[in-house]
């Protein structure tokens, strides 16, 4: 990761601890009971080919690109979806890609890991949840934040481009044990977000749920041993201020690039109805109106290659 994450150590704060608990909580939904339903999704489970430890390995910023290389040419399903999308439209490529050697000679570590990533959370995302019907909206929604987070980074904030990317693609990830461990409170959110498409999702969540979905994503990120920097993004995505100083414009460009994920028509059933963009929030951000209009206008080509890339 980039320069403001770090990874993370056993005295790490529970950036959770300060979420409200909603009202129609039959008493507080704890660590283990979140951890408990991502494993009955295959999402917690330990060992060396598990989804923790994969991303685990994307994220660690001490892993060079001949060691990068090892491991995803370790896990084989992995590394034919990374060449894949090596070998795609998405990425230019006129020649063929045939080892992941090569892909990090021609496209660098970054974006290597992004393709990780991007095939990571394709597999990782189940199919079907029962109170949640669009899982592949999701995924799409997740995509297009990441391509908007990564272009309004390398305008903006080039610094935090090789985090920008894996952490829009992952920041909803809670979203999918948020449903699984309430599933009723789940369904009556996405009664009440038809009812009211442009309402805050954190105080619909609070009339509805047991929990919110950002604690659950937190809570799974720091059970995976991510960065600091991806347990905020999990954790503030909705509300960048609340964010600790020295993670908050990571959480702001999520925020962002969700935002432009949305105004180009890429949301599922838990976010708002599509809205235009909300310039006075990103400005205040420190993000730029030309650079906001650029990624607006390169998103939706973007978002349609490297889905196509994934299929």
Not at 121 to 133: E, G, H, K, Y
Not at 154 to 160: D, I
Not at 196 to 222: K, M, N, T, W
């Amino acid at each position: 990761m980039g320069a403001q994450s770090h990874l993370k150590t056993a005295s790490a704060p529970l950036y959770w601890a300060n979420m409200q608990p909603s009202r129609n909580a039959n008493g507080p939904v704890g660590r283990a009971a979140i951890l408990e339903a991502a494993a009955a999704l295959c999402m917690a489970e330990a060992g060396t080919s598990s989804p923790a430890r994969l991303i685990s390995l994307l994220c660690d910023e001490r892993l060079n690109a001949g060691d990068l290389a090892v491991k995803i040419e370790a896990h084989p399903v992995l590394s034919a979806r990374v060449l894949q999308v090596a070998n795609s439209a998405y990425y230019g490529q006129v020649r063929s890609v045939g080892t992941i050697k090569r892909a990090l000679q021609l496209l660098g570590i970054n974006a290597v890991r992004g393709i990780a990533a991007a095939a990571f959370i394709d597999q990782v995302i189940p199919r079907r949840v029962a109170t949640l019907p669009d899982t592949q909206s999701l995924l799409r929604h997740s995509l297009a934040t990441a391509i908007a987070c990564e272009m309004l980074a390398k305008r903006a904030h080039p610094l935090l481009a090789p985090d920008a990317f894996i952490a829009g693609l992952l920041h909803n990830l809670g979203t999918v044990v948020q449903a699984s461990l309430d599933p009723a409170g789940t369904t009556a959110l996405i009664a009440a977000r038809a009812s009211d498409p442009y309402g805050a999702i954190r105080s619909l969540e609070q009339q509805h749920c047991q929990l919110h979905h950002e604690v659950c994503g937190a809570v799974l990120f720091d059970a995976w041993q991510l960065p600091d920097s991806l347990v905020n993004v999990a954790m503030h995505h909705h509300e960048p201020n609340g964010a600790p100083d020295s993670q908050r414009q990571l959480v702001g460009l999520v925020w962002a690039g969700g935002n432009l994920a949305l105004s180009c028509a890429n949301t599922f059933s838990l976010e708002p109805a599509v809205a235009g963009l909300d310039y006075a929030k990103m400005l205040a951000l420190g993000l730029r109106k030309q650079d906001i209009d650029a990624a607006a206008t390169e998103l939706p080509e973007r978002v349609e290659l490297l889905s196509r890339a994934l299929s």
